[in-house]
């Protein structure tokens, strides 16, 4: 079989938290030029400067459009294509909180299609990448708008076909593009979704949906992620075959469940998906780097999964020479560098789980996660950080010392809350002592561990973004502290119980039975959590 040639790119989130500086830039420019990549997508959603528009990006650490120009040249220079990636329908939810774009709201982060002041600031970005970018190719987003339609539109206009809006909304877009010279892509779930009952899968029909009208000039994008299977893919790039336009494709090397990266996974999926890209004629794919959540991973963290992505591009399927390779640019082995990612990972299951990050924040005293992980995790997570004192030093040391202060707290953290409850209930006052002063030692290691992320965000990042993991850090600090200072009065007499350790703490949901962790990528505290849907 035929198989083509893959150009392959890498998209960088720069709107989940961290903008990175241009400084950082550069230096991921310069690394990207010797792995091989031709290209960089950098994800702004509403952090770069519009003139016109001063709410856009304020106080998020948006580029300005000097710094955007200056990226631009820099990149021209190494060899490298910058292409603007922005968001012209969904995702905008830093801007949207401002009144100034009340009238250009549909429903939380979606624009109100139709609406002539969404236009009039979709006219504004898209001058605005035309200042700054060389490039005419220009990501356009429009992907995950759940509930277009159904928010302020519903009101104004009453129930219409979301196809329609859709494809009403992004010929508006399209013309808007057009106009600055921008040849425009965009993420292709939507057109799956509003035809597969919310679904981004194939569908069982043949995708011919009333009010269906895709602008000739767009390119579609089929990001996926997910799986290891490249017959998935396959089917996938069959079904957007239906929609007659050109497919690209958008892969993931996972940096976005927490601190810790997931490049094993990310390596599998990406080798499955490039291999079906190769059969089905595709030419041109690129892979994300997305910092969902805070953006707490290192800009460097994916670097194996970026490194094979980039070899099989080349058609380099030699595994010896890929490790070799490796070595020989970055100057530690491959088995070296995912050290980073031991203590998320159980045994040889392919599974992402995330018990480094949910751990970190669960309360000590209203443990819902606890019946998730056991002694093996504290053992792992002490393996773990063993193992990553060594690559403390270098190049990239600042990234691993991040992680391995993180390994080190949850060596006593993750258990602490079964612990606890099990020495409260026992009314042993020794164990009482012992658990007492694991919590002082788990606040001193939180501490170490603040110092190590801040300068790891301090030497990659703007400022801006930060002052949410000040909140975070901070706040589990603190409750660790009132925590502590409770079974203190409760040892000495002075407190008669503690009642919420005299709750039971019930299985999480999801999980089959305990011991089993899991993937929850949402900042949590106290006993909130993400409502299930």
Not at 222 to 246: C, I, P, T
Not at 354 to 360: A, E, T
Request: hydrophobic share 35%; with cysteine; aromatic share 12%.
């Amino acid at each position: 079989m035929k198989q083509t040639k893959v150009q392959v790119g890498v998209m960088l989130d720069c709107s989940r938290g961290a903008v990175y500086s241009v400084e950082m830039l550069k230096k991921y420019i310069d690394v990207l030029k010797k792995m091989g990549f031709s290209s960089l997508q950098l994800y702004t959603e509403d952090t770069y400067e519009v003139e016109g528009e001063p709410y856009f990006g304020y106080l998020r650490g948006r580029y300005t459009a000097e710094e955007l120009k200056e990226l631009d040249a820099y990149a021209a220079g190494k060899g490298i294509t910058l292409v603007p990636c922005i968001q012209t329908l969904a995702h905008l939810v830093g801007a949207l909180r401002w009144p100034a774009y009340y009238s250009a709201t549909d429903i939380g982060d979606i624009l109100l299609a139709g609406e002539e002041r969404t236009y009039q600031l979709i006219e504004n970005m898209f001058r605005t990448c035309a200042e700054c970018f060389t490039c005419r190719e220009i990501n356009i987003g429009m992907d995950e708008a759940h509930l277009v339609g159904l928010g302020k539109y519903l009101d104004k206009h009453g129930y219409c076909n979301r196809f329609s809006i859709l494809s009403k909304h992004l010929h508006r877009v399209c013309e808007i593009a057009a106009k600055y010279g921008f040849r425009p892509m965009m993420w292709s779930d939507m057109f799956f979704r509003l035809a597969n009952h919310g679904e981004y899968a194939p569908p069982q029909q043949p995708l011919n949906p009333e009010g269906l009208d895709i602008p000739e000039n767009l390119r579609l994008i089929y990001w996926d992620y997910y799986s290891l299977d490249a017959e998935h893919y396959n089917g996938m790039l069959k079904a957007h075959k239906q929609l007659g336009r050109e497919t690209v494709f958008a892969g993931g090397a996972w940096t976005w469940s927490g601190f810790i990266p997931h490049n094993r996974f990310s390596i599998g999926a990406t080798k499955a998906a490039l291999k079906a890209c190769r059969e089905n004629g595709i030419k041109e794919a690129f892979i994300t780097s997305w910092k969902d959540d805070g953006s707490e991973s290192s800009i460097w963290s994916n670097l194996p999964s970026l490194w094979y992505a980039a070899e099989y591009a080349r058609g380099n399927y030699d595994e010896e020479n890929i490790a070799a390779r490796f070595k020989k640019l970055f100057g530690m082995t491959l088995d070296e560098f995912l050290h980073i990612e031991d203590a998320d990972r159980e045994g040889e299951s392919t599974e992402i789980r995330n018990p480094s990050k949910y751990m970190l924040y669960s309360d000590p005293f209203l443990g819902i996660f606890d019946r998730t992980v056991t002694k093996e995790n504290a053992e792992l997570f002490a393996r773990s950080y063993e193992n990553l004192l060594p690559l403390c030093k270098g190049k990239f040391g600042y990234m691993f010392r991040t992680v391995a202060d993180l390994c080190r707290i949850q060596e006593l953290r993750c258990l602490l809350g079964t612990r606890t409850r099990e020495a409260y209930r026992s009314g042993d006052k020794e164990k009482l002592k012992c658990v007492i002063g694991d919590f002082r030692e788990t606040e001193k290691r939180l501490r170490a561990f603040s110092v190590s992320f801040r300068a790891q965000w301090d030497k990659e990042c703007k400022p801006f973004g930060y002052e949410k993991h000040d909140i975070r850090l901070g706040g589990a600090l603190c409750r660790l502290e009132h925590c502590r200072r409770r079974l203190e009065q409760f040892a000495a007499g002075k407190l008669k119980n503690i009642p919420e350790l005299e709750e039971n703490i019930l299985p999480f949901p999801d999980t089959a039975e305990d011991g089993n962790t899991l993937l929850y990528n949402d900042w949590i505290y106290g006993s909130v959590i993400k409502p299930f849907s």
